[in-house]
């Protein structure tokens, strides 16, 4: 009797013993899946790295491209993939449930500046490698404040425009020196930006593009100078888009937004594979038009196809974008009266001609192939062609107050047509002094722009009350302009080459300690023919600017960079570097002195880039002192050329406060001071046109999960700026302001969709100091939008 009651006892005993371990087998999870080449065939050997929960694990691909991590607890894990002359590849956002196995094939691409594969997270990490390095170096290891922005985080903010985007990164301001309020222009740290697409300039910001986030998977911001990277480069630094490139796998969606002001905008991509083995496509599509803020009606027609080819090789990629895009331009703004802009008058009152525009038609095709020549040896080749044809009708920007009067007013008439070649070839060699790891980026580039512009002026009437304007042109056939701007001719012809010859080394010293070394000899020819002869137009000396003369200048310029990183700790390194770049001054807004110098500058700059907690906190800072010469600016129209030093300090922090409740915040503190204004000696040790001494942004976002596929997220944040004087002499200025948004999103397996408020509190502010007055910021304004998405996006 007690062996059985003993038996009884230890029965249940014995079950619950063994059903423990097998409850602990069935609640573990499996990461599994191949790695391929870019023409499909198994890769072996590959490095691959998963981390997340628990200890790092680490394992090799087999023969047949394999690798698996059985075993897993539930939960969100980082995989990284590594392979000799290939890119590296970074996802950090697999998921796999309790008892899930997740089958995740990789194919990596080529080592190259164009193909880098990063699969991110809403939190960037250091890990990641921007296209702007260009020898595949990570953003930990490189000595540049360098931003990534995602398309997670600009269409969880509603972004539609490049302007909407570039308040995620530090320093980077929108307005400029001087704008018309038809195109995008950027200063990074109070200096000139420049925008490149694909690592493609679009050449001079003063008439520039402006930029939507069609088709655009992230874009990259480096401040200071590109330096040996990108030839004539502006010291304030690159902003880069970089599109979606084809894939294999299929994919399609659609996007519809709509909001305030007359907004409606629809998107479209589809991508995939064709018959022939290796050959995908993509292609994006945007139709958007808005009535806008102060009725000024814009809108913006694309459409990107691109073709992508893969061997075990070669990596092949051909795009075209074409483009028609329709502004209205208003330099005038709200102009200022005792210094700031009038404030007794209704926010959309204007005092621009009525019937002005800023209209353009862009067609651009590039081809960028990536060849791996020997397992030391990549050579990327990469070749541009961009067509823009530019009418502009637009106020001057400048003027004055006399009484109750707006004098001085200005039509200007502008047609510019642009075409820009550009070739480079850019062989990357790896190899080894001793255990020191080198990647070595060599490199030509050729460029050959010409412009050919048909500019004049027409005076205009006063405007009698600037507190109840009446504008009195009503056509432009009642205007007389300086020059027949309808002439068959144009007034000049502008043509440049640029040739460089570039290196930068990417040195490995050891694993905590980078050095990075480059420099890069440029030659350039410029030339001004005049076809017509101006009044006032001269070199200065007496000389004038007229036909049949022709005026051309040679400049061999040097630009060098130099930097360092040392990781004192694990996740945080510390940088310095010093970079020295040139600009040449070629555009239709500079030619009333004839061609001038380049512009030069060179910046300090000192900081540390820091990830903890797996990637939950990362924090960068940075110190800088940037001084530039012989900057070209327009004042009321008027060329002028200074110099500039800006000093300051900059820092951007990104927190997963919890696993749903996320923040982005980033500040700026600098001091801008022209330090020689030959054209005005009374305006040295002022501060600059357009740079304000504070810029602070912050975004944070909280997600509610109701399933694994099923999220509703709050979000919302600020926009602080402090004032910024429109003129050298330091009198006119625009006020400080702050704006907040608020965005709820929701996401399903194939539809996510937002509603937005943007200018909360409706604050009267402006975005941009120009000679006649300050451009006003949107009033309040509401959008909604549904995206739909079925199979692969990239």
Do not use: C
């Given at each position: 009797?007690?062996?059985?009651?003993?038996?009884?006892?230890?029965?249940?005993?014995?079950?619950?013993?063994?059903?423990?371990?097998?409850?602990?087998?069935?609640?573990?999870?499996?990461?599994?899946?191949?790695?391929?080449?870019?023409?499909?065939?198994?890769?072996?050997?590959?490095?691959?790295?998963?981390?997340?929960?628990?200890?790092?694990?680490t394992?090799?691909?087999?023969?047949?491209?394999?690798?698996?991590?059985?075993?897993l607890?539930?939960?969100t894990?980082?995989?990284?993939?590594?392979?000799?002359?290939?890119?590296?590849?970074?996802?950090?956002?697999?998921?796999?449930?309790?008892?899930?196995?997740?089958?995740?094939?990789?194919?990596?691409?080529?080592?190259?500046?164009?193909?880098?594969?990063?699969?991110?997270?809403?939190?960037?990490?250091?890990?990641?490698?921007?296209?702007?390095g260009?020898?595949?170096?990570?953003?930990?290891?490189?000595?540049?404040?360098?931003?990534?922005?995602?398309?997670?985080l600009?269409?969880?903010?509603?972004?539609?425009v490049?302007?909407?985007?570039?308040?995620?990164?530090?320093?980077?301001?929108?307005?400029?020196?001087?704008?018309?309020?038809?195109?995008?222009?950027?200063?990074?740290?109070?200096?000139?930006?420049?925008?490149y697409?694909?690592?493609?300039?679009?050449?001079?910001?003063?008439?520039?593009?402006?930029?939507?986030?069609?088709?655009?998977?992230?874009?990259?911001?480096?401040?200071?100078p590109?330096?040996?990277?990108?030839?004539?480069?502006?010291?304030?630094?690159?902003?880069?888009?970089?599109?979606?490139?084809?894939?294999?796998?299929?994919?399609?969606?659609?996007q519809?937004?709509?909001?305030?002001?007359?907004?409606?905008?629809g998107?479209?991509?589809?991508?995939?594979?064709?018959?022939?083995?290796?050959?995908?496509?993509?292609?994006?599509?945007?139709?958007?038009?808005?009535?806008?803020?102060?009725?000024?009606?814009?809108?913006?027609?694309?459409?990107?196809?691109?073709?992508?080819?893969?061997?075990?090789?070669?990596?092949?990629?051909?795009?075209?974008?074409?483009?028609e895009?329709?502004?209205?331009?208003d330099?005038?703004?709200?102009?200022?009266?005792?210094?700031?802009?009038?404030?007794?008058?209704?926010?959309?009152?204007?005092?621009?001609?009525?019937?002005?525009?800023?209209?353009?038609?862009?067609?651009?095709?590039?081809?960028?192939?990536?060849?791996?020549?020997?397992?030391?040896?990549?050579?990327?080749?990469?070749?541009?062609?961009?067509?823009?044809?530019?009418?502009?009708?637009?106020?001057?920007?400048?003027g004055?107050?006399?009484?109750?009067?707006?004098?001085?007013?200005?039509?200007?008439?502008?047609?510019?047509?642009?075409?820009d070649?550009?070739?480079?070839?850019?062989?990357?060699?790896?190899?080894h002094?001793?255990r020191?790891?080198?990647?070595?980026?060599?490199?030509?580039?050729?460029?050959?722009?010409?412009?050919?512009?048909?500019?004049?002026?027409?005076?205009?009437?006063?405007?009698?009350?600037?507190?109840?304007?009446?504008?009195?042109?009503?056509?432009?056939?009642?205007l007389?302009?300086?020059?027949?701007?309808?002439?068959?001719?144009?007034l000049d012809?502008?043509?440049?080459?640029?040739?460089?010859?570039?290196?930068?080394?990417?040195?490995?010293?050891?694993?905590?300690?980078?050095?990075?070394?480059?420099?890069?000899?440029?030659?350039?020819?410029?030339?001004?023919?005049?076809?017509?002869?101006?009044?006032?137009?001269?070199?200065?000396n007496?000389?004038?600017?007229?036909?049949?003369?022709?005026?051309?200048?040679?400049?061999?310029?040097?630009?060098?960079?130099?930097?360092?990183?040392?990781?004192?700790?694990?996740?945080?390194?510390?940088?310095?570097?010093?970079?020295?770049?040139?600009?040449?001054?070629?555009n239709?807004?500079?030619?009333?002195?004839?061609?001038?110098?380049?512009?030069?500058?060179?910046?300090?700059?000192?900081?540390?880039?820091?990830?903890?907690?797996?990637?939950?906190?990362?924090?960068?800072?940075?110190?800088?002192?940037?001084?530039?010469?012989?900057v070209?600016?327009?004042?009321?129209?008027?060329?002028?050329?200074?110099?500039?030093?800006?000093?300051?300090?900059?820092?951007?922090?990104?927190?997963?406060?919890?696993?749903?409740?996320?923040?982005?915040?980033?500040?700026?503190?600098?001091?801008?001071?022209?330090t020689?204004?030959?054209?005005?000696?009374?305006a040295?040790?002022?501060?600059?046109?357009g740079?304000?001494?504070?810029?602070?942004?912050?975004?944070?976002?909280?997600?509610?999960?109701?399933?694994?596929?099923?999220?509703?997220?709050?979000?919302?944040?600020?926009?602080?700026?402090?004032s910024?004087?429109?003129?050298?002499?330091?009198?006119?200025?625009?006020?400080?302001?702050?704006?907040?948004?608020?965005?709820?999103?929701f996401?399903?397996?194939?539809?996510?969709?937002?509603?937005?408020?943007?200018?909360?509190?409706?604050?009267?502010?402006?975005?941009?100091?120009?000679?006649?007055?300050?451009?006003?910021?949107?009033?309040?304004?509401?959008?909604?939008?549904?995206?739909?998405q079925?199979?692969?996006?990239?």
């Amino acid at each position: 009797m007690r062996s059985s009651t003993r038996f009884k006892r230890l029965v249940p005993i014995a079950f619950l013993a063994l059903r423990a371990p097998l409850a602990a087998v069935a609640q573990t999870a499996e990461i599994r899946g191949s790695v391929l080449d870019p023409s499909g065939a198994a890769l072996a050997g590959a490095h691959i790295t998963l981390t997340g929960h628990g200890p790092e694990k680490t394992v090799s691909s087999d023969a047949s491209g394999s690798y698996d991590f059985p075993s897993l607890p539930a939960g969100t894990y980082t995989l990284t993939i590594e392979s000799p002359n290939f890119s590296r590849y970074e996802n950090s956002s697999l998921h796999v449930s309790a008892t899930g196995i997740l089958d995740w094939p990789v194919h990596l691409t080529l080592q190259s500046a164009s193909f880098s594969v990063a699969v991110q997270s809403d939190t960037d990490a250091l890990q990641q490698i921007p296209t702007v390095g260009k020898t595949g170096t990570m953003l930990e290891d490189m000595p540049q404040s360098i931003s990534v922005i995602t398309s997670r985080l600009s269409e969880s903010q509603g972004d539609l425009v490049l302007a909407d985007t570039v308040r995620n990164a530090p320093g980077v301001i929108q307005g400029g020196t001087d704008g018309f309020g038809f195109a995008d222009r950027f200063q990074i740290r109070g200096l000139e930006a420049r925008i490149y697409n694909d690592g493609f300039s679009d050449g001079d910001e003063r008439n520039g593009i402006p930029h939507s986030l069609n088709g655009v998977e992230r874009v990259e911001i480096l401040e200071g100078p590109g330096s040996s990277l990108f030839g004539s480069g502006p010291p304030g630094g690159t902003i880069n888009l970089v599109h979606y490139t084809p894939s294999p796998r299929f994919g399609t969606g659609l996007q519809f937004q709509t909001g305030s002001f007359g907004l409606y905008s629809g998107s479209a991509y589809l991508t995939g594979s064709t018959p022939i083995h290796g050959l995908d496509y993509r292609i994006d599509t945007l139709l958007q038009h808005k009535d806008g803020y102060r009725a000024l009606p814009g809108g913006d027609y694309e459409l990107r196809p691109t073709l992508g080819y893969t061997t075990s090789r070669n990596v092949l990629l051909l795009a075209a974008d074409g483009r028609e895009l329709q502004a209205v331009p208003d330099p005038a703004g709200l102009i200022y009266l005792n210094h700031t802009p009038i404030s007794v008058v209704p926010r959309d009152t204007k005092y621009s001609t009525p019937f002005s525009f800023g209209n353009q038609a862009i067609g651009r095709f590039t081809a960028s192939d990536v060849w791996q020549a020997a397992p030391f040896l990549t050579v990327n080749n990469r070749f541009s062609y961009m067509y823009r044809n530019l009418s502009i009708l637009r106020n001057g920007d400048g003027g004055g107050v006399v009484g109750t009067a707006l004098t001085g007013r200005q039509l200007r008439n502008q047609h510019d047509v642009v075409n820009d070649f550009d070739y480079e070839a850019e062989p990357i060699f790896t190899f080894h002094t001793g255990r020191i790891r080198h990647t070595l980026l060599t490199g030509v580039e050729i460029q050959h722009q010409s412009i050919a512009d048909n500019r004049a002026t027409a005076s205009l009437q006063n405007i009698a009350n600037i507190f109840a304007p009446v504008i009195p042109e009503t056509s432009r056939a009642s205007l007389v302009f300086l020059r027949d701007a309808t002439h068959s001719g144009f007034l000049d012809d502008l043509r440049a080459t640029y040739e460089g010859l570039y290196a930068t080394d990417q040195i490995d010293l050891t694993s905590r300690w980078k050095l990075r070394v480059g420099g890069r000899e440029d030659f350039w020819q410029t030339t001004l023919a005049p076809q017509i002869f101006v009044p006032g137009r001269s070199l200065g000396n007496g000389v004038l600017i007229e036909p049949p003369s022709t005026f051309s200048r040679n400049d061999t310029p040097f630009s060098w960079n130099v930097g360092t990183v040392y990781r004192v700790l694990p996740g945080v390194n510390a940088f310095f570097g010093v970079a020295h770049s040139n600009l040449v001054n070629f555009n239709s807004e500079a030619t009333q002195n004839g061609v001038q110098a380049p512009e030069t500058g060179t910046q300090y700059e000192a900081g540390i880039k820091a990830a903890a907690l797996n990637d939950r906190i990362l924090i960068t800072a940075a110190a800088f002192h940037v001084k530039r010469d012989n900057v070209f600016s327009l004042v009321s129209d008027i060329p002028v050329f200074n110099d500039q030093l800006t000093q300051g300090g900059e820092g951007s922090v990104e927190l997963s406060l919890t696993h749903h409740w996320k923040l982005n915040a980033n500040g700026t503190g600098m001091h801008a001071a022209l330090t020689n204004n030959p054209s005005s000696p009374a305006a040295t040790g002022r501060r600059p046109q357009g740079v304000p001494n504070r810029i602070v942004n912050l975004w944070t976002t909280y997600d509610i999960p109701f399933s694994h596929q099923q999220t509703l997220s709050f979000s919302g944040g600020f926009t602080n700026r402090s004032s910024m004087f429109a003129d050298l002499l330091n009198t006119n200025s625009i006020p400080s302001y702050t704006t907040a948004d608020l965005v709820a999103n929701f996401k399903t397996h194939k539809l996510t969709g937002a509603f937005g408020v943007r200018n909360l509190a409706d604050t009267r502010y402006f975005t941009a100091a120009n000679g006649a007055g300050g451009f006003v910021g949107d009033a309040r304004s509401y959008f909604g939008k549904l995206n739909w998405q079925f199979g692969n996006r990239n």
